[in-house]
């Protein structure tokens, strides 16, 4: 069993930024696909960004050009570099390891961008 954290959330002004972080359990951390996702209520849950263990990334165009995904193999850690952001941006942000059939997600962690 793989435990997912998220941590980095919080309340941000429009055009401000925020660094989420994602810690996952386990030693084979660099193999697994990692992801973030994002949910509001009512909506279903979207894709944000992801990148493989070899470190090719991919963003929805939301979101391109302003956030940044990355890891740290050593860290066991995946880290969303969140900057522009903007009132749209307010979601529960989930992040996803996957290995296969293997599919782990965090608990989520509030984004809110308000004046």
């Known amino acids: 069993q793989v435990q997912v954290v998220e941590s980095g959330g919080g309340l941000v002004q429009p055009g401000g930024s925020l660094r989420l972080s994602c810690a996952a359990s386990?030693?084979?951390?660099?193999?697994?696909?990692m992801g973030w996702h994002r949910q509001v209520p009512g909506k279903q849950r979207e894709l944000v960004a992801a990148?493989?263990?070899?470190?090719?990334?991919n963003y929805a165009d939301s979101v391109k050009g302003r956030f940044t995904i990355s890891r740290d193999n050593a860290k066991n850690t995946v880290y969303l570099q969140m900057n522009s952001l903007k009132p749209e941006d307010t979601a529960v942000y989930y992040c996803?390891?996957?290995?296969?059939?293997?599919?782990?997600w965090g608990q989520g962690t509030q984004v809110t961008v308000s004046s």
């Open positions: 386990g030693s084979i951390f660099r193999r697994y696909l």
């Open positions: 990148i493989t263990s070899g470190g090719s990334t």
């Open positions: 996803q390891s996957k290995l296969g059939s293997l599919d782990y």
